[in-house]
């Protein structure tokens, strides 16, 4: 062997590094599953205000 990699071997090591790639990032996908949250108390009606726009608390947008 001259120690040269071919285009073949560069082929499938891309190809195995994108198998990888594709399983880590479904791995994560499925650690991000969203948890059962409480339902929120008090909160505005509706979309999100400080989301969508509508500031309908005298104009102030706060979150702490």
Do not use: C, H
């Not at 285009?7 to 891309?14: A, L, M």
């Not at 190809?15 to 990032?25: D, I, S, T």
């Not at 996908?29 to 726009?53: N, W």
């Amino acid at each position: 062997m001259s120690g040269k990699t071919t285009d073949e071997q560069r082929q499938s090591r891309v190809k195995e590094a994108a198998r990888r790639a594709l399983a880590e990032a479904e791995a994560r996908r499925a650690a991000d599953l969203p948890r059962d949250l409480p339902p929120e108390q008090g909160g505005p009606e509706g979309p999100e205000p400080t989301r969508y726009g509508d500031w309908e608390k005298k104009g102030i947008a706060s979150d702490f």
